[in-house]
């Protein structure tokens, strides 16, 4: 979300690492202001949406990245509409927007990422992995310390003054940690149990250590698994999907398959689709 200071120089980073899709979000126009720190844009660009110039603009250096980007204003009130919930990784660049993210990311157990810019920056660079670090549900809400301070910098300073995060090297630096970390997080490698039922092997080899995704076309059973796994506190990524629609196949370790779940469809076609 956000195609800004940090948001520009950060999907820079993305496209030009090679990673795979990325979809993005900002209801803005290009402005004279922006071109000190906002990487994809130049004097042609003042007056188009960024959206449009952005995507344009990763295009021209990497055409193998798949691309999308909507001039939308995200919003607590129409996130669900917009945001794929099998997202790998979400990213906020407009604070406070990262606190409305964050139970879509939890309940979707989605990685969140967030650092504002500008006057909106109470923070550093965040990552919220859900059931494996605290969320911003346990993070106090840092907007009236921030104001109050920025308050005092005013009355000191003069009520025109500005936070200096738009100062381009520090908003480059913010990107430059934040694709790291999202680098970190779409590289990893799991193993799949595929048909996992309500979770006992999935269970078992993640509290072996192993990165588990469980796999089962009943949300019945998921639940289950998802409710013997936090009894245990033990971090597993369920997915309701069907057998035949294998997800992540670049990132997989290993895939089992135990007891008698495969063979079952009438159409030989589909139990071959399974295994090849």
């Given at each position: 979300m956000g195609f800004g200071g940090i948001g520009s120089w950060l999907v820079y980073n993305l496209a030009s690492i090679g990673v795979g899709r990325i979809i993005g979000f900002d209801h803005d126009e290009v402005e004279l202001s922006n071109l000190n720190r906002q990487i994809l844009y130049s004097e042609q660009d003042i007056g188009r949406p960024k959206a449009l110039a952005a995507r344009e603009r990763l295009q021209s250096f990497n055409t193998n990245v798949s691309i999308e980007t909507y001039p939308i204003a995200i919003t607590k009130e129409n996130l669900e509409r917009h945001i794929p919930s099998d997202a790998n990784v979400i990213i906020s660049t407009?604070?406070?927007?990262?606190?409305?993210?964050?139970?879509?990311?939890?309940?979707?157990?989605?990685?969140?990422?967030?650092?504002?810019?500008?006057?909106?920056?109470?923070?550093?660079?965040?990552?919220?992995?859900?059931?494996?670090?605290?969320?911003?549900?346990?993070?106090?809400?840092?907007?009236?310390?921030?104001?109050?301070?920025?308050?005092?910098?005013?009355?000191?300073?003069?009520?025109?003054?500005?936070?200096?995060?738009?100062?381009?090297?520090?908003?480059?630096?913010?990107?430059?940690?934040?694709?790291?970390?999202?680098?970190?997080?779409?590289?990893?490698?799991?193993?799949?149990?595929?048909?996992?039922?309500?979770?006992?092997?999935?269970?078992?080899?993640?509290?072996?250590?192993?990165?588990?995704?469980?796999?089962?076309?009943?949300?019945?059973?998921?639940?289950?698994?998802?409710?013997?796994?936090?009894?245990?506190?033990?971090s597993v990524r369920w997915l309701c999907r069907d057998m035949r629609e294998i997800p992540y196949e670049d990132y997989l370790n290993l895939i089992i398959n135990l007891y008698g779940s495969w063979g079952y469809f009438e159409d030989d076609g589909d139990n071959f689709r399974v295994l090849y």
């Open positions: 407009v604070f406070p927007l990262e606190y409305h993210l964050n139970p879509f990311c939890v309940r979707h157990k989605i990685p969140l990422l967030a650092q504002g810019g500008g006057g909106y920056s109470p923070s550093g660079v965040i990552v919220i992995i859900p059931y494996k670090t605290g969320c911003f549900d346990c993070v106090e809400d840092p907007t009236p310390v921030w104001n109050e301070l920025l308050h005092k910098v005013r009355s000191r300073h003069g009520g025109t003054y500005v936070s200096t995060t738009t100062f381009s090297p520090i908003v480059s630096l913010c990107a430059n940690i934040m694709a790291i970390e999202i680098f970190k997080l779409v590289t990893w490698v799991a193993d799949l149990d595929l048909c996992c039922g309500t979770g006992r092997h999935s269970i078992e080899l993640a509290q072996r250590g192993f990165e588990v995704i469980g796999l089962d076309i009943s949300e019945t059973f998921l639940q289950i698994a998802q409710r013997k796994a936090a009894a245990k506190a033990i």
